[in-house]
């Protein structure tokens, strides 16, 4: 049943930061229902959002505003990374990381533009979806968000000469953050971790660490051999212990060099036990003063940075739920949905609770289920208004409320 009457007071405060970026009242209106329905709607579809208003105009309106209307998703995205500098929590610093990653958000329709064939690792099957290559923001407080995003296209669906591979869309994710003057060091998994990469971060006097295959060849010793090769030859007294997280592991440590890549690398392997042959992980950085704890906790920062938000995103924030077809209603949803996340991530952890809130709020998805108390706490305010100061009746109140 529809049960919002009022926007709650985190898309209050966003029409205060964002709404001069859209030129009518309407179109400020349906930024503030759809950034309303990401957060509290069941189901977050166009379609879905409107009906969960129970004030509200036709859903095609709704899905005029998001696939047709004019207004600029970079004009919000360029606003909402400077709002976040605004709070000490969210702002950059030089202790910050840049994880990058990508992820598939797995659609129904098939007729969605630039949707494909994906083989999904976790399920070990192939899906229809979206394939986003993100780059994520974690500061020191441990708040963190989306900086920028890019969208895989298969060559197939793209015309001649404008066909870009993951390499390329994450060296544009890079460009963009160094063109923003985001600080701090970037951070990958292995998949990103080519010579290609690796030198364009050098060569822009940026600092990365990266996860390398154990299969990787590197220059030790003066021979090129496999990384896991040169972990087996890796003496039990060389190995130093190291605590990540709860864990503890061993390590053994060394500048290198990597075939292709132009300058030279440290190394770190990675044991499970100290008495393992086979190492387990390794990690690399242009960093050569760069120890081993200071690279394992920039690498951990990839977790936190790329897999929370592709988390909450997609279970809390309808990332994935979108259904229009048109590539640039796709977009603006996944601007609003990082929209969305970043205000309700300036909202944790602050020193007083908010006051709609009434709690400290530690995760994105306690945030969302106390905007909805807010969202159900005004309906029942307009219910008992409606009957007490304008004497309306149960009948009338239900309609509106289309409730029977």
């Known amino acids: 049943m529809p049960a919002i009457v009022d926007f709650p007071t985190v898309v209050q405060e966003a029409l205060t930061i964002f709404g001069d970026l859209f030129d009518t ?23 879905g959002i409107n009906r969960e208003f129970a004030l509200t105009t036709d859903q095609s309106c709704l899905n005029r505003w998001l696939t047709e209307v004019a207004w600029d998703v970079t004009a919000l995205n360029d606003r909402r990374l400077t709002w ?4 000490p929590q969210t702002r950059y610093s030089v202790r910050g990381v840049i994880a990058i990653d990508n992820t598939l958000v797995t659609h129904e329709g098939k007729l969605i533009e630039d949707v494909g064939w994906f083989w999904d690792h976790a399920d070990e099957r192939h899906v229809i979806a979206h394939d986003y290559i993100i780059s994520n923001y974690v500061c020191p407080s441990k708040a963190h968000y989306p900086i920028e995003w890019r969208r895989f296209k298969k060559r197939a669906a793209c015309e001649a000469g404008t066909f870009k591979d993951h390499t390329e869309l994450c060296i544009e994710l890079i460009d963009d953050a160094l063109k923003r003057g985001i600080p701090g060091a970037f951070t990958f998994d292995s998949y990103f971790t080519s010579a290609k990469v690796l030198n364009h971060i050098h ?3 940026a600092a990365y660490v990266g996860d390398l295959k154990l299969n990787r060849k590197v220059v030790y010793t003066g021979q090129e051999q496999k990384l896991q090769e040169v972990a087996r030859q890796i003496p039990w007294e060389a190995k130093k212990p190291i605590r990540v997280g709860h864990t503890r592991y061993w390590y053994f440590s060394k500048q290198m060099r990597i075939p292709d890549v132009g300058h030279p690398v440290r190394v770190v392997l990675f044991w499970r036990a100290r008495d393992d042959h ?16 200071r690279m394992s906790l920039v690498y951990r920062h990839r977790w936190t940075g790329t897999e929370t938000f592709h988390r909450d995103g997609k279970q809390q924030l309808g990332l994935g739920d979108c259904q229009v077809r048109s590539g640039e209603g796709q977009t603006r949803h996944v601007y609003l949905v990082s929209a969305a996340y970043s205000l309700l991530m300036r909202s944790l952890q602050q020193t007083r609770p908010q006051d709609w809130a009434r709690r400290t709020l530690t995760t994105i998805g306690e945030a969302c289920r106390a905007v909805k108390a807010e969202t159900l706490e005004r309906m029942i305010d307009w219910v008992v208004d409606k009957l007490t100061r304008d004497h309306w009746s149960v009948a009338d109140i239900k309609a509106v409320l289309a409730y029977s």
């Open 203 to 205: 060569s822009k006097q």
């Open 84 to 87: 976040l500098q605004q709070a």
């Open 25 to 47: 009242e309407p179109a400020r209106r349906h930024f503030a229902e759809y950034l309303t329905g990401l957060i509290v709607a069941e189901n977050k579809t166009v379609s």
């Open 278 to 293: 086979e190492a387990s992980k390794a990690l690399v950085s242009n960093r050569l003063g760069w120890e081993a704890i």
